[in-house]
């Protein structure tokens, strides 16, 4: 396949041969070539099978951050990619394919951003890691569900705030603190989707389920909810939690790990209220497969560029939001 084919599917779409280990051949190149392969928790569990860490967008800022990797294949979404090259200019960042963008990033563009900041002076920017770089880089300090809270709550009562691009859980957040930030209004296309009512369905179904769910999940979703917290937290608290039944409203890939560390427990992914089908899954993050993680590596691209004077700015918000991360033991 020519290269200008490769640049307009955004992914190597080379067939493999039938009588090659594909797993195996992946760890070989890793070895070979000095990689490391990142895997969100919504990934395929295929994908986070083969991953050297999976983790949450926080978690994976850290390991990106601290690796000696020389290549680093990002098995998530673009916006992914482009935080890992900010924190290592240096190093290649691969992901197995540039259409994996992000809804709640795209919700953002940096334009519009810009000009809703302009239009509030004198508030500090508090931006959510699902953005691109270049919102970053417009950004006082980056946030992920993970620390969002702690984070605010780190500056003074009285600072002005402008909280973006997820409303959901900027709105969250207020709750939490009793602040009155300024939100965008963007949201995640998966998050955005879960049903109160087939939620309290299928807690008719299993009564003694607990309800997990993101904080990106609109109000009415979190109010029902045992448990609020990110893909970690609520990973965390399905395995050490008493209860035996899960109900989770994120996206599903998070159900593979929680089975794999809980396998006696059961798991029951939260539905769309707009399908018929029993789980919500981010059709971004499913683009990511073996076979693309094979190509990727075989050919090292796609690559993950981002414009310097960019970079330069958008490391500031990300180092500040690692630096406040380990003060307070996140």
Known sequence: MTEEKWLKKGFVDEDIPKDIDIKKEIRRMCKEKN??????????GEVQDIADFVGDSLAL???????????????GVHFMGETNKILCPKKTILIPDLNASCSLAESCPADDFKKFVD?????????YVNTSAAVKALTDVVVTSSNARQIVESFPQDTPIIFGPDENLGAYINSLTGRNMLLWHGACHVHEKFSVEKILKLKEEYPNAKILAHPECKGPILKLADKVGSTSALLK?????????????????????????????LFIPAPPDDSTCSCNECNFMKLISLKKVYNCLKYEWPV?????????????PINKMLEISKRLGL
Not at 119 to 127: D, E, L, Q, R
Not at 255 to 261: F, P, R, S, T, Y
Not at 304 to 316: P, S, T
């Open 35 to 44: 990689a490391i392969i990142m895997a969100h928790y919504y990934t395929d």
């Open 237 to 265: 608290f399905s395995i050490k939690d008493k209860a035996q039944e899960f109900i989770i409203a994120t996206e599903s890939g998070i159900l593979h790990k929680m089975q794999k560390l809980a396998p006696n427990k």
């Open 304 to 316: 993950i560029e981002v414009n310097d004077q960019i970079a330069q700015k958008a490391v500031r």
């Open 119 to 127: 239009a509030h002076p004198g508030h500090t920017v508090i931006s």
């Open 61 to 75: 800022a850290q390991q990106a951050a601290k690796t000696d990797a020389d290549i680093i294949v990002m098995c």
